[in-house]
């Protein structure tokens, strides 16, 4: 009970140093122009290595999975659990932790812009709710990457384009084998909005590796080539769907989509809702399907 009490303690003193950190005193939702410092007549205060905000922030008290993935699997042998893992609930907690800081500044001069942004993501599954075995994390996903961007000043269909970049993104779980799951990526994006909508394109290229150090094959055709991210903000409420595909027809025809509603109760805490289905919820359930939802509190959305 005192491992619960100071886990818990750690997650409330995070979640307020990142709200603190993250926010002005008034509440506001900023755009992705203002979330990525596009144009230099913004009033949000700028700097190098100052934390900013990326992907959402938020803690599910309560995320039900329909399946819980007891033996994971992979094309390659060493990566194939051997027996089911006993015990496992299908209800765990899960939280996830976002930010981002500009490095460079204008390296392709004032007229053309272009900056560094370094970013870091993870998300985490808690089997807080299976006391027979001693409640452990059951996946952990750590998502540093590199991102180049530049400000692409358009009109399109009526959306104001926002950005472009390229960067290089890696994604693993700190695990040793047969539990161990990464990939690489060169992922490109594309930004457009209105004044209450948020769209971002990624498509992307998995960098490949030496057979036997591949944790999961084919990777790709079950999380996907690329994602399309839409956001809409209105008042106090905010919702998004984040939906990948792997580009491809047949067997390899798999995907998934994510759902996510939250609620501003208070400030910048929001009641939060979250549904998925499809491949790649998380890397070891990389091709396990699942539909999960999950309920709790968030501090951070898409816009």
Excluded: C
């Excluded at 409640?135 to 180049?148: A, K, L």
């Amino acid at each position: 009970m005192k491992k619960i009490l100071l886990i818990l303690l750690f997650f409330s003193v995070s979640f307020n140093a990142i709200a603190q950190e993250l926010f002005s005193k008034n509440v506001k939702n900023y755009s992705l122009a203002e979330r990525w410092q596009i144009n230099d007549t913004l009033t949000r205060q700028k700097g190098l290595f100052k934390i900013e905000t990326y992907k959402p922030v938020y803690i599910l008290m309560a995320n039900y999975t329909n399946d819980i993935n007891e033996q994971p699997t992979s094309d390659n042998p060493l990566n194939v659990v051997p027996e089911p893992i006993a015990g496992l609930e299908n209800v765990e907690l899960k939280f996830q932790i976002s930010f981002k800081t500009k490095a460079l500044h204008n390296i392709l001069g004032k007229k053309i812009g272009g900056d560094v942004w370094v970013g870091y993501t993870q998300t985490s599954r808690w089997q807080l709710y299976s006391p027979d075995i001693s409640r452990p994390f059951r996946e952990t996903n750590y998502e540093p990457e590199m991102m180049f961007i530049v400000p692409t000043p358009y009109k399109i269909f009526g959306l104001n384009g926002v950005f472009a970049g390229i960067g290089f993104n890696h994604q693993s779980n700190g695990r040793s084998n047969p539990m161990s799951r990464s990939w690489n990526r060169i992922i490109m994006q594309f930004g457009w909005e209105t004044k209450d909508l948020s769209i971002v394109l990624r498509p992307w290229w998995r960098l490949q590796e030496e057979p036997v150090e591949d944790n999961n094959p084919g990777i790709e055709n079950y999380v996907g080539r690329g994602d399309l991210m839409v956001a809409y903000e209105k008042g106090r409420h905010d919702i998004s769907m984040v939906a990948r595909h792997s580009m491809r027809f047949g067997d390899d025809n798999r995907g998934s989509m994510q759902v996510d509603y939250a609620y501003r109760v208070y400030d910048y805490l929001k009641l939060h809702l979250q549904v998925f289905h499809g491949y790649g919820e998380s890397l070891i359930d990389y091709n396990h399907k699942q539909t999960t939802v999950g309920i709790g509190v968030s501090l951070v959305e898409w816009r």
